[in-house]
């Protein structure tokens, strides 16, 4: 079967990713495993696990049976995980993506992303896993003292044997990227964030790019993603972005629908994307993003929707204000 995620995007060792993935993000473990079976008899081939998201064994169950069933080879796959806040130290790094692979099923990703850029006290895999934010389950989220460059250079030795084709970074700041790159020794392939038309980020997309980081958009629908879980703004004044009349207008200019046309203004801006979905029309749908062509005119327009709203933010919910200036 072949893929029909689109042109692929040349990373700086010259791997290949493609452009549109499964997102597994709030993927409830029950029905993980079939989506991402169903996933790849749609013609997905990236899927963007982590840690913290609880459902790399479904996830890694969903890529067994379709590689047992011939659908795809482990070549055709590209998979994404990510270390978590409490795995920063040199020594917790490896572990880390060991019990990732264990789960998955793997002998390695193909891209292992640091998942934000904070370090949180350890928990031993052993006495809860996944860890999420808290030390203690309803405690406080406790910081740890360990320097980004020790956690990058762990990562560069996760390269170095195999265990990630390619390593990257996630949730991060232009101030940062810089900073990163003054010592790493291997750069990062990837800077996954989250951008929307209500979030645009222009300038960091285009430090990423200027930098040869691709850079992977997460959270195209903007509220969508967030409403179920009390995080997007309520009240009349504001307009869920799938919703939003400028966005049905253009849709229908295009006879597509409103999530495509969000997804391609991502993806003419040099993005890929990694949209969720459980819906069978919606999963093939989401693929459906390279028969046409948003005008620069149209991508301008959605682009003017920004109003800096960020919708991931650790402030609210781990009392870590990350993005603070």
Known sequence: MSSSTGP????????KMPTVGLGMWKVSR????????QAIKAGYRLFDCACDYGNESEVGSGIARALSEGLVTRKDLFITSKLWCTYHRREHVEPAIQRTLQDLGLDYVDL????????????????RYPPEWSYEVGGPVITDNVPYQETWQAMECLFDKGLAKNIGISNMPGALIYDVLTYAR???????IEVHPYLVREQLVSLAHSEGIAVTAYSSFGDTSYQEINMAPTGSEF?????????????????KSPAQVLLRWAVERGCAVIPKSSSPTRLRENL????????????????ALDRNLRLNDPAKYAKRAIWAS
């Open 30 to 37: 029950a029905t993980a495993s079939d989506q991402v079976y």
């Open 112 to 127: 292992y992303l640091v998942h934000f850029p904070i370090a949180l006290k350890h928990v031993p895999i052993e006495q």
């Open 8 to 15: 692929a995007i040349t990373l700086r060792n010259g791997l």
């Open 239 to 255: 307009k869920p972005l799938l919703k939003y009349e400028l966005v049905a207008d253009i849709a229908a200019k295009y006879a």
């Open 288 to 303: 459906s993003l390279f028969d046409f062509a948003l005008s620069a005119d149209d991508v301008q327009r959605i682009s």
């Open 186 to 192: 291997i750069k990062p392939a990837v800077l996954q």
